[in-house]
C-alpha cells in the first residue's frame, strides 16, 4: 500500500507539472460504452473450472477480459468496432472490454492507473519502459510470461526457438520475460525501413511556378523556401503558403534530421523505447550527447533565421499528427516542403507525384535511427488477471504469421488478397494507405519477420519503394554506426530515470525557444553548464557502458 500510495503522489505531481505545460491539448474522452456486453464470466472470477485452458478455443463460456490500450488517434475508441477483434471473438469466445487512450495521452494516464492499483488483466501493446517492466515485474504488478509462452503460446515458442534473438531482446536481465515482442523485420543494418525515419518532401509544381530547380544545398533550399515566401507558388493571390512545415519532437517528420547539414543529425524520439536518451549518436564506438556538440549550435543558429524570415510553420511545435497531416490536403495547395515518413500521408494520392524527395544536401550526414525494428513494447498481464493461461492463449494467435499480418495492416479483404502464389499483397484500391492503415490494423502484437515477408505477406508498394530510396539515396551519406536496442540492468536503469527526464525537457525546451527566437549564442555557456550540473556525464557514462557490454557480446 505505501508503494502504491508513494507511487500515486510522484505521479499526481508530474501530471500536474505535464497539465500545466500542455493546458492547450484537447481533452479526450476515452471511456468505454458496454452496455451492450453479452452477460459473460468475469475475469475476476477463475472460470478454469468450466473453461478448460487446455481444451483450446473456442472456450464453453464466454470469458471477459479487460484491457488498456494505447490507439493512433484514427483508430476506433472501442477495439472491439475492429473487424479482427470481431473475428477474434467469434473463434475463440473470449470477449474483451477495451479502455483506448490515445497515444498523445497514454504515458500519462497509464501511469495514473498503475499508482492507483485498479488494475486491466492486461495492457495491450503496452509500450512499457524497461523501468517499468523490472520496477513492475519485481513487485509484481506485471507477471513473468517464460511459463505462459513454453506451455500456452505454441506460435511465439515457434519464433523464439526459430529467433533466439527476439527472445533474448526481450528477456530482462533477471532472466524473465516481462513483455512479448513486436515489430516488422523489412530490411537489415543502414538499409532497415526506419533507419531514417524523416523524408523531405518539396513541391515541384511550385518549383517549376517560381523557376527554380531542386536544392542541392542548403543555402538553396532556403532560397527555395523564400521564393515560395513571397512568389504566390499556388497563383490564388493570397499569402497562405507554408514554406516548410515539420512536427517537432515526433517519431517522425522532425526539423532535426536537417541539422545533419551541419555534421550532427539529431534524433529527438525513440519509438519502442523509452530509455533510450534524445539527442544520442555513436562515432568510432563513442557514444556522445549530439546537443552538447558545436554542429548543433551551429545548426540552431542557422535555422532560427529561417523562423525570423517566416520561412517556417510556427505551429511546427504545436499541431499534432492529425493536423499536420491535414496541412497538405486543403483546397488550394499550402505546403511547399515537409518533413514525414511517406509524402501520401500528408498531401494525399492525388498531389504526391509532385512531391518528391529532396536528395541529402551536399555533406549532410544522414541520420541512423537507433534501436532496433523488432521491441518488446508489446503486452504485458498483470497481478490481477485470474486466467492468465487463457489470455496467453487468445494473445498467441497473434503471433501466427498470416494472423500477425492482419494485426500490423488489416483483414484479409480489407487491406490484404492473396496473389497467385498464396502470398498476402495489399489490395490495389487503397488510395491513402497511412491515414487507411491506422483505422482497419490493430496493431500492438504479432512479430513479422524478414522471412515472413518472402513467404508470408509482401511488403505493402510504398514500404517497398521506402526500402529502395532509403538504399539508394540515403545510405551513402548515413552515419555508420547507431545506438542498438539495449535491455539495460537495474541500477543503470535508476541512474536513467533519475537523470535523463530533466536532461531530455531541458534540453528539447531550449532547442525550441532557441530556434523560434534565437539567443543561443549568448545562453550557450550557461546551457552546456546546467546540462553538467545535471549529470549529463554520468548519463553517458551509463549509455557508454550498455553500448559496451552489447558490442562485446557480439563478438
Not at 498523445?104 to 499508482?115: C, P
Not at 488494475?119 to 515485474?137: C, I, R, V
Not at 545533419?260 to 564506438?285: I, R
Not at 508470408?456 to 540515403?474: G, H, L, S, T, W
Request: proline share 5%; net charge negative.
Amino acid at each position: 500500500m505505501k508503494r502504491k500510495m508513494s507511487i500515486l503522489l510522484a505521479t499526481l505531481m508530474s501530471a500536474s507539472v505535464m497539465m500545466t505545460a500542455c493546458s492547450s491539448n484537447d481533452a479526450k474522452d476515452t471511456s468505454t460504452n458496454n452496455s451492450n456486453t453479452p452477460p459473460a464470466a468475469s475475469s475476476e472470477t477463475d472460470t478454469n473450472a468450466t473453461n478448460d485452458s487446455a481444451g483450446g478455443f473456442p472456450l464453453k463460456e464466454t470469458l471477459t477480459l479487460k484491457a488498456v490500450a494505447k490507439r493512433p488517434s484514427l483508430a476506433p475508441s472501442d477495439f472491439n468496432d475492429f473487424e479482427l477483434v470481431k473475428r477474434l471473438e467469434s473463434q475463440t469466445n473470449v470477449h474483451v472490454e477495451w479502455d483506448t487512450i490515445v497515444d498523445t495521452d497514454y504515458d500519462q494516464k497509464k501511469n495514473l492507473l498503475l499508482a492507483s492499483g485498479d488494475l486491466p488483466d492486461m495492457f495491450y501493446g503496452a509500450g512499457f519502459t524497461d523501468s517499468e517492466l523490472l520496477n513492475y515485474g519485481k513487485d509484481g504488478t506485471i507477471i513473468p510470461l517464460n511459463d505462459l509462452i513454453e506451455k500456452n503460446m505454441p506460435n511465439l515458442k515457434a519464433l523464439f526457438e526459430k529467433r533466439p534473438d527476439i527472445k533474448a531482446l526481450v528477456t530482462a536481465p533477471d532472466g524473465n520475460i516481462y513483455s512479448l515482442p513486436v515489430g516488422e523485420e523489412l530490411g537489415t543494418g543502414q538499409e532497415e525501413i526506419g533507419a531514417n525515419p524523416d523524408f523531405l518532401y518539396i513541391n515541384s509544381d511550385w518549383l517549376k511556378n517560381v523557376g527554380m530547380e531542386m536544392p542541392t544545398t542548403l543555402e538553396e533550399y532556403h532560397n527555395v523556401l523564400k521564393a515560395f515566401k513571397e512568389k504566390d507558388p499556388n497563383k490564388n493571390g493570397k499569402k497562405d503558403e507554408i514554406p516548410l512545415s515539420f512536427i517537432n519532437a515526433y517519431w517522425t517528420g522532425d526539423i532535426g534530421y536537417l541539422f545533419g547539414a551541419f555534421g550532427e543529425p539529431d534524433k529527438t524520439y525513440q519509438p519502442g523505447n523509452n530509455t533510450f536518451s534524445e539527442h544520442l549518436n555513436v562515432k568510432d564506438g563513442k557514444v556522445y550527447y549530439a546537443a552538447l556538440q558545436p554542429g548543433y549550435k551551429d545548426a540552431i543558429n542557422y535555422f532560427s533565421k529561417w523562423f525570423e524570415e517566416g520561412l517556417v510553420d510556427i505551429e511546427s511545435f504545436t499541431h499534432k499528427d492529425t493536423q499536420y497531416l491535414a496541412k497538405g490536403k486543403t483546397e488550394d495547395e499550402t505546403l511547399g516542403s515537409f518533413l514525414w515518413w511517406d509524402r501520401t500521408d500528408v498531401v494525399g494520392g492525388e498531389r504526391d507525384k509532385h512531391y518528391p524527395i529532396v536528395p541529402p544536401f551536399k555533406d549532410m550526414v544522414v541520420k541512423w535511427n537507433n534501436g532496433s525494428a523488432i521491441g518488446r513494447s508489446g503486452t504485458v498481464i498483470t497481478e490481477e488477471n485470474k486466467n492468465p493461461d487463457i489470455t496467453a492463449q487468445w494473445l498467441d494467435q497473434l503471433y501466427e504469421p498470416v494472423m500477425a499480418a492482419e494485426v500490423h495492416w488489416g483483414p484479409i479483404g480489407t487491406w490484404f488478397e492473396k496473389d497467385a502464389n498464396g502470398l498476402l499483397v495489399q489490395k490495389k484500391d487503397i488510395e491513402n494507405p497511412g491515414e487507411f492503415r491506422r483505422t482497419v490494423a490493430l496493431g500492438g502484437a504479432g512479430v513479422i519477420t524478414g522471412e515472413d515477408f518472402e513467404k508470408v505477406v509482401a511488403p505493402e508498394p510504398r514500404a517497398k519503394q521506402r526500402m529502395d530510396d532509403i538504399k539508394n539515396i540515403f545510405v551513402p551519406q548515413m552515419e555508420k554506426e547507431h545506438y542498438p536496442l539495449i535491455f539495460f540492468t537495474d541500477e543503470e536503469l535508476q541512474t536513467i530515470d533519475r537523470i535523463k527526464p530533466e536532461i531530455q525537457t531541458y534540453t528539447n525546451k531550449m532547442r525550441a525557444g532557441w530556434l523560434m527566437n534565437g539567443g543561443v549564442d549568448q545562453e550557450w555557456d550557461k546551457y552546456t553548464a546546467d546540462l553538467k550540473k545535471m549529470g549529463i556525464e554520468d548519463l553517458m557514462k551509463v549509455y557508454q557502458d550498455g553500448y559496451d557490454r552489447y558490442m562485446a557480446a557480439q563478438k
